[in-house]
Nanobody, 123 residues
Framework: QVTLVESGGGLVQAGGSLNLSCEAS????????MAWYRQAPGRQRELVASETVTHITYYSDSVKGRFTVSMDKAKKSVYLQMNLLKSEDTAVYYC?????????????????WGQGTQVTVSI
């Protein structure tokens, strides 16, 4: 079983910064990529940023230049440094990991999700 735990969310004023953290645990054999998604009220969950084990990164256009994703494979963790936050960044942020893990005697490649952490940016 694989568990992802996020931390670092909170309330911040527009223009401020937050740093989100996500740590994976469980019977993990390998992590291929980790990512951050977000979901605002009434909207679909969207990919914000991701990094592969070969350090290929992706950023959505809405956060490019303001957010930085970094993955630490040894720590089974991913971080999201968010700067110059805007009110439209308000959402629940979810950690996602593409993991090769053992479960019930079988080795499986699956995506796993964290429980989410709230980020609220006030004007």
């Amino acid at each position: 079983q694989v568990t992802l735990v996020e931390s670092g969310g909170g309330l911040v004023q527009a223009g401020g910064s937050l740093n989100l953290s996500c740590e994976a645990s469980g019977s993990i054999i390998n992590i291929n990529a980790m990512a951050w998604y977000r979901q605002a009220p009434g909207r679909q969950r969207e990919l914000v940023a991701s990094e592969t084990v070969t350090h290929i990164t992706y950023y959505s256009d809405s956060v490019k230049g303001r957010f930085t994703v970094s993955m630490d494979k040894a720590k089974k963790s991913v971080y999201l440094q968010m700067n110059l936050l805007k009110s439209e960044d308000t959402a629940v942020y979810y950690c996602n990991a593409d993991v090769l893990a053992e479960s019930s005697g079988k080795i499986r490649q699956q995506e796993h999700w964290g429980q989410g952490t709230q980020v609220t940016v006030s004007i």
